[in-house]
């Protein structure tokens, strides 16, 4: 097996792996944040009912946790096994930022411990409260670290290089890379918002089986709002990031908007098929990409043409884009529509279709975290280290890569059946109206 | 000191930490699955479960840290490691996933209790040992190998090799030696009498094998590598201690005595042994081609990990204090007279 061969498996075994992971790694960042939210608002509001949506998404998510935790070790020790050559040279300027991970993840994984045993342990509610700000606290900082690892990916800094040798490396320069802001603010945004979804979606499934209990419509309306805040908020931010690429990596956004010639008043290409140089059944949308790019309709776009062949990535790439975008946009419009249906009491906001849509809200939030990594990963190709080092040169030279695949493929699916079953059993042998029910006699029996 | 040392210092003793606390966590799955297959499973499951619950994660965590640390403080050593690792290091990676998912799947989850699940985790347990102490042995030099500068792992001189078997026999007595110490303690401290009798009859057991195979090494590596058997003898004074302590664990375990303290000495015994071993190793990350000190990061990114690690034990210290704290030396925790688990 060639070098190109192990390059290409290797790539396929990294996707694999952290395509995977991303699903469990998303949760893991948002949904301490929602546990912790609604905790508060329990205590606020003195209502048992978010106390318990609280412990019942812990519950769930200890499930989650445990495979991220499992496929986080995967693709932590994988980026040494299949690309040495990246590590062995990326070590010596960005081990800093994973390094810190890893005492992030540690400050989490001891506080969610303690959390997750000490329920009723503490008289005041408040103090259990306490416990989950460093789990989401721990949680939220580990994915700014591993995405400044993946900024400096995308734009190296904080080295010079002499004689093929890297120099006057600085650690601090090489995490602040200038991708750094728009890629930490939109992982952190869209796992919020996904993790908000994604608990939506379970209230929506509990109403369209038939249960209208009020702990299922608290659990709704809380996420749906959240959901709306956390997706504008993603939607701001992708602008941002958009101008980051105009101005930092063009290739990247030429490849994504099919943009061939570098013009002032770029039009934006929404859908469509590629044919050759000729884009198809495309909606387009004048001045929006220069509006995308630099905030002024009439600014220049750089094109494909001013790249090296050999340097342009994929230009599939548009189709993840749009992929990511149209389902951003989508959630936001659905939670807003949700929003005010809620606060001015319209039924169509009950019907079964309506609450169908919800319920897809989740499962569509995790399919544009997907498509927006794959964007972002495949839309540096060529480069592992841009502009410095080609994927092909990283690549390990072992011959056992394909074999490595099987085996964890078998895994992630072992995995994932393993977490469905886990969870669908979890709840639904103890279903909310059980629980409530067995509160009611244990507070009965304390009375008397 | 240089950095150098101080590098692999910090990162030595969180290998030496994962040891201890990954035996435990191990062991404790083998003697769980033991226990179920004769029949005495109810003596054991319950305290197993209440040790294991909350910390298993953070287990986890100090081998993650091992290994984001060498690469680190030691780039090259992905070049070397990561290239000839790729087989062995996926089916330690799978084994460590079956077994933490199961882990979380069956006892915050389904609580399955089928006995195959059971003995499977038991197993994994041992085969996890046995699949990451080859690594050990390929530091000592002569099973990586270079080909036109990429370096291979040569499987057949690996698996032919009497040092290696016994590398990996050593791992697996170790774990159940620490592991059936620890729980005898944590049995006591529960009152549970039948534990802690179950627990002490496995730890006498498994204490012979263990500081039989730790000899037995060191005799390998006089054949194996002279030169590092030579500094071995150097540091003969560190390994005469550790066997003191040796002696000292297993005589107040014989006279069922203050098992806290045999703990203690238990963890000293392989506190010696384990940085005597690391210092005869010295300069060497990989016999003979790695260094720590041609493998060593720049300057600039030693100064950051330090201060990064300095600033990291800030933080977890006092937390790992209010974990234990918690779990491990709560009365009524340890007894499991209340289960506050959400």
Redesign the interface.
Known sequence: MGIEDSAFLSRILTLLTLSFHIIYATIGVGVPLMIMIAQWVGIKKKDDHYILLARRWARGFVITVAVGVVTGTAIGLQLSLLWPNFMQLAGNVIALPLFMEVFAFFFEAIFLGIYLYTWDRFEDQRKHLLLLIPVALGAAMSSVFITIVNSFMNAPQGFEVLNGELVNISPLLAMFSPAVPTKVAHVMATAFMTSAFLLASIAALRMLRGSDHVYHKKALFLTMKLGLVFSVATALIGDFSGKYLAEYQPEKLAAAEWHFETEEEARLILFGVLDGEDVKYAIEIPYALSILAHGTPDSEVIGLEEFPEDEIPPLWIHYLFDTMVTIGMWLAFLSFVYVVAAWRNWSFARTKLFRWLLLLSGPLALVAIEAGWWFTEVGRQPWILRGYMKTSEAATTSGQVDLMIILFAGLYFILGVGTIVVLTRMYRRNPVEKELAAREADKGGDRQ | MTLEIIGISVLWLFLFLYVIVASIDFGAGFFNAYSAFTNKQHILTGIIQRYL???W??T??F???F???I??????T??????????P???A??L???R??????AT???KINHRGYIYMYGLSGLLLPAALSPVLAMSEGGFIKLDDG?P?LDYWTLFTSPLMWSIVVLSLTAVLYISAVFLTWYANKAGDEKATDLMRKYALVWAGPAIITATGIIFELRGHNPEHYARILDLWWVFAISFLLFVGTVYLVWKRRNYGLAFILLVGQFFTAFFAYGASHYPHLLYPYLTIYDSF??E??AI??IV??IA?LG??LP??Y??FR??LFDKD?VKGK?D???
């Not at chain 2, 933490?100 to 799947?105: I, P, W």
């Open positions: 619950s909350p910390v994660e953070v986890n965590v081998f993650v840290f290994f984001v640390g690469i680190g403080f030691f780039p090259q992905a070049f070397y490691y990561g290239t000839t690792l790729l087989v290091a996926s089916i990676l799978v460590l996933a079956i933490g998912s199961y882990y979380a799947f915050y989850g389904a990429s291979y990061t720049n600039a990114m950051a990990l990064a690690f990291g933080l977890l937390s790992l209010l974990l918690l779990f925790y209340s506050y688990h959400a």
